[in-house]
């Protein structure tokens, strides 16, 4: 069956055509044969043309015979170059500007022989020494003929498209004529569905330019004028991490005709393995409009690259993305412990898949467990340990505070003991904000945690560093798929408290944070991660209801049901009069916090002791003690919806 240029490859998706364009070339079939036999006829006329050019038309006849007999060697190293080069393995109805180098490579190759054989030939072969201006004009004419005709062939495939297209495409508009929008429009030309009508920037350089032949129709602002004036269907963001205030009007724009919205895959999604050119809908993570996170790759390959790294609560939402996150600097082991068997299942099948290269083991532990975390440590000898196991839903620990002490506090101390007698390097400690000035047990057990790992600083010569920061996006238990799993169930969405706000950073940007902040920090030292702006969590129950096509309070309520026991109507990064001193990295700074007490010791090993007998009440009264407030009330004693006296930190006694 014979198969046209076009159609070799079609089952490959074309942003993958590139990776195949240096393989050898297919059998040669009928049609193979036209357009080798078309190639070699544009290389003969090129080479014609040449020494026409050269003699201004008028070729001296002593030169007609040896030009006779130059043209098959000339044409035999063309055709072998264009081979070698990849010309023949790419479609033509996809070209463009990256195929380009082929051609360039393919001249360059024929040349070089060409010359060699002109100037070391001796004369009684002069009929074989192509003269120099012939073997550069030649390839000129040749190779640039055949790269002209497989553009025009491309010109003709899409003008037919688009007559094929009619009336049933959509026209689409692309927001940002930089890279990404170049690129998403080089694929979406192709596609019988889509009519590109122009891209909007607010570079005025680009204004009246044409990217792939499509033109820069005007800023931003012009959106809503450009959607009526061409029946604008759909709308493709191509600006990574676009700004909060550009993507609210964009989408406010869109709504308000009707129109669709899709947008380009992050730098994170990227890395991810996910496509360019597979566009997705607008997520509420790209109305927080946070900009990228810049890391001091050279900190991290110095931390990370080559050593053997532990993560703790490997299959959480944090830990798994840590995991991700090391996993991309090559280290020379890295170590998943985990406690959930089949979360630690799926991080491990998923980086054993990404990362073929990169060592990994899967280990199911308890860091409770101090026998079990002893030969762990001292089989695998990690150089780097990331701690993020933890318990942290503020409701559930109020109602299970003797597992928060166990998890927490009792279970940060035994691991951090085991790994300053195995001599780990080391210890990064995954924190909340919730530590500071808590009014809940997970905060009160985290902010003891912290104390912990300070005290283990002071003690052992490995570098402990604890990591804070606020809500992560998307996390496990977190409010986003809350409120996603309640539009979907067509409401109500349940917001605690109208005024009720919160920090918020997506979970890759708090992973490469927190390594960033354990490269960067010193023992005993609280690393505190640049939160942005805190969001009201009603606004984002209401944008959530509105991307997902409803609104608020009319297709899908929202309802206001107090807070919990625990909860705070805001969040703080640092304590009453702690000074923060700058790092080099801007979205980390270092909490400057009092020093952990002498006797901590003693007030931990009181608290396991409680926690093994069961007694909440007890562990309560004495979390209260410890942090310097009366007594907070049980959950089972509470009543109402009174405000809950806040736990202040420590004095050094």
């Known amino acids: 069956m014979s198969h046209s240029p076009e159609d070799q490859g079609r089952a ?23 357009q080798f036999a078309l190639d070699a006829a544009i290389l003969l006329g090129g080479f014609a043309l040449s020494y026409l050019l050269r003699f201004d038309f008028a070729v001296p006849e002593f030169l007609w015979l040896p030009a006779l007999q130059q043209a098959p060697l000339v044409l035999l190293f063309q055709l072998a170059a264009a081979a070698r080069s990849g010309i023949y393995s790419f479609l033509w109805r996809y070209i463009g500007i990256s195929e380009i180098r082929p051609f360039l490579q393919a001249a360059l190759l024929v040349m070089v022989p060409l010359v060699a054989l002109r100037l070391a030939l001796p004369e009684a072969l002069q009929v074989w020494r192509v003269p120099l201006s012939i073997i550069f004009l030649s390839q000129v004419f040749g190779f640039g003929g055949m790269l002209a005709v497989r553009v025009l062939r491309r010109l003709v495939w899409e003008k037919n498209l688009t007559a094929r297209r009619g009336g049933r495409s959509q026209a689409t508009v692309i927001v940002g004529a930089g890279r990404a929008g170049a690129a998403v429009a080089r694929e979406l030309r192709g596609n019988e569905d889509t009519r590109l009508v122009g891209f909007l920037d607010d570079d005025a350089d680009k204004l009246s330019l044409a990217i792939h032949g499509v033109k820069v129709l005007g800023p931003v602002d012009d959106l809503p ?68 996170v810049e890391l001091d790759r050279m900190a991290m390959r110095s931390l990370l690259t080559d050593r053997t790294v532990l993560v703790s609560g490997a299959g959480g939402s944090i830990g798994s993305e840590i995991c991700r996150q090391v996993a991309t600097f090559s280290p020379a082991c890295l170590i998943l412990v985990e406690r959930a068997e089949f979360a630690l299942f799926e991080i491990h099948r998923e980086l054993s898949r990404r990362f073929p290269d990169t060592a990994t083991r899967a280990v199911v532990a308890d860091i409770g467990d101090e026998s079990r975390m002893h030969d762990i440590l001292f089989r695998y000898r990690p150089e780097v340990v990331v701690h993020a196991a933890a318990h942290k839903h503020v409701s559930l620990m109020e109602t299970n505070c003797t597992e928060a002490i166990k998890n927490n506090v009792i279970g940060t101390k035994i691991f951090g003991e085991c790994c300053g007698r195995a001599g780990v390097e080391t210890f990064i400690q995954v924190s909340t904000d919730k530590a500071v000035h808590p009014t809940s047990i997970m905060g009160a ?26 809500n992560v996006m998307g996390s496990a238990g977190s409010v986003v798929p809350i409120f996603r799993s309640q539009i979907e169930e067509g409401g109500p969405v349940t917001v605690t408290h109208p005024e009720m706000v919160r920090y918020f950073m997506t979970i890759p940007e708090a992973s490469q944070l927190v390594l960033q902040a354990g490269a960067l920090g010193s023992s005993g030292e609280i690393m505190i991660l640049d939160m942005g702006d805190p969001v009201r969590i009603l606004d984002l129950a209401e944008d959530m209801i509105r991307l997902s096509g409803f609104r ?21 990064l640092e304590s009453s009069g702690e000074i923060l001193k700058l790092t ?27 926690a093994k007998l069961g007694l909440e009440g007890e562990i309560r009264r004495a979390l209260a003690g410890l942090f310097g407030m009366e007594e907070p009330p049980s959950p089972r004693d509470a009543e109402g919806d009174g405000e809950r006296p806040v736990m202040r930190d420590p004095l050094p006694s």
């Open 225 to 292: 004028a450009v959607i009526e004036q061409y029946g604008i269907g759909l709308v493709v963001v191509a600006i990574r991490q676009a700004p909060r205030r550009l993507m609210r009007s964009l989408i406010e724009a869109c709504k308000a005709h009707g129109v669709a919205v899709k947008v380009v895959p992050s730098l994170d999604e990227l890395l991810s393995g996910r496509s360019l050119q597979k566009l997705r809908s607008v997520e509420i993570e790209d109305l927080l409009g946070r900009e990228p």
């Open 12 to 34: 490959a998706p074309p942003v993958m055509e590139a990776v195949g364009r240096h393989s050898p070339p297919i059998t040669p079939s009928r049609d193979r044969q036209i």
């Open 584 to 610: 080099r990295h801007p979205k980390i700074r270092i909490g400057c916090i009092q020093q952990p007490p002498e006797n901590l010791d003693e007030q931990v090993v009181q608290l396991h002791e409680l």
């Open 445 to 470: 057990s985290k902010r003891l945690a912290e104390l912990v790992v300070q005290d283990l600083g002071r003690r052992h010569p490995t570098k402990f560093v604890a990591v804070r920061f606020g």
């Open 552 to 572: 608020p309070y009319e297709d899908v309520d929202i309802v206001f049901t107090g807070r919990q026991q625990g909860e705070k109507l805001y969040e703080e």
